[in-house]
């Protein structure tokens, strides 16, 4: 009972921070309500650590808290991978990244969130119009140049989830040494220390041509187009499981490649 008693403790020392301004009015009453509770079960699991930044980013349940997954948590782990590009390119004025997301809850609020925090540290944002598949993300940060990516996607998780991949400037999520690296910056970030508000200049919207352009890469990598026509009329049924599979795959499957979008 008293390690209990000491864990709750605990867990509301931990509350009560977010209960200050520097949090929104929707968060600071749910923790209230977790306060309140005479069950004190939410509030521990919510409280009881850190959600833990490892080698691939983040994934756990959306809520307050900071054992979750929401717009601080995010921010944070933001930060610290913006500290450690700016690091490991150092004088360069021309850094940009890619930021995605899938089709869970809260995706295109968090992708928002990163792309306003990196810009806000001077790193260019191209930031997807709306949900779109890893493999695209993958290719968009190599297509464009950038240095790194975040596609915000708990992949196979049960939809309370929510994640946060890193990617590299070669597309590939991040290996060692930066792993380590950006881990070491984002445990360093405090909630004051993050830049929230983006600067509008440095995000530009992609969309429309980046598909053309990927469905295009998808098309030459083709390996005997021939097979392909030759069961042109073969019968298929797809489905994206509520997947962002459902943006490219159809104009994947039609008949050659969609004439490219002037001005999308």
Same mark, same amino acid.
């Given at each position: ?6 864990l709750?403790?605990q867990?509301e ?6 209960l ?20 004190? &079960?939410?509030? *521990?699991d919510a409280?009881? %650590?850190? +959600?833990?930044?490892?080698? @691939?980013?983040?994934r ?16 944070m ?5 913006a500290?450690?590009?700016?690091k ?19 995706g295109r609020?968090f ?14 944002v ?5 949900l779109?598949? &890893?493999?695209? *993300?993958?290719y968009?940060? %190599?297509? +464009?140049?950038?240095?790194? @990516?975040v ?7 049960p939809?309370e ?5 890193a990617?590299w ?27 929230f508000e ?11 041509e980046?598909d ?13 187009q021939?097979?392909?026509?030759r ?7 797809y ?19 969609p ?6």
């Amino acid at each position: 009972m008293e390690n209990n008693a000491a864990l709750i403790a605990q867990c509301e020392e931990r509350a009560k921070q977010w209960l200050s301004p520097a949090f929104d009015e929707e968060t600071r009453k749910a923790v209230e309500a977790m306060l309140q509770n005479e069950d004190k &079960t939410e509030l *521990i699991d919510a409280f009881y %650590r850190d +959600l833990e930044f490892g080698t @691939g980013g983040l994934r756990g349940i959306m809520g307050a808290g900071t054992n979750r997954m929401n717009i601080y948590i995010v921010g944070m782990a933001t930060q610290g991978f913006a500290n450690y590009i700016l690091k490991a390119f150092p004088g360069r004025t021309d850094l940009s990244v890619v930021v995605g997301h899938d089709c869970r809850n809260n995706g295109r609020l968090f992708a928002e969130t990163v792309a306003n925090i990196f810009s806000a540290n001077g790193i260019k944002v191209y930031l997807f119009e709306s949900l779109r598949p &890893t493999p695209e *993300i993958s290719y968009a940060i %190599r297509h +464009l140049g950038c240095q790194a @990516g975040v596609n915000v996607t708990a992949s196979h998780n049960p939809k309370e989830y929510n994640g946060y991949k890193a990617y590299w400037d070669d597309g590939a999520q991040v290996l060692a040494p930066h792993d380590k690296g950006i881990i070491d910056e984002v445990n360093k970030v405090t909630i004051a220390d993050v830049k929230f508000e983006g600067n509008k200049e440095l995000i530009d919207i992609i969309g429309g041509e980046m598909d053309w352009d990927y469905l295009q890469a998808v098309k030459e990598a083709m390996v005997d187009q021939d097979v392909i026509l030759r069961q042109k009329d073969l019968n298929i049924v797809y489905s994206p499981m509520h997947g962002t599979g459902r943006v490219i795959i159809p104009e994947a499957l039609r008949s050659g490649i969609p004439e490219h979008p002037r001005g999308a």
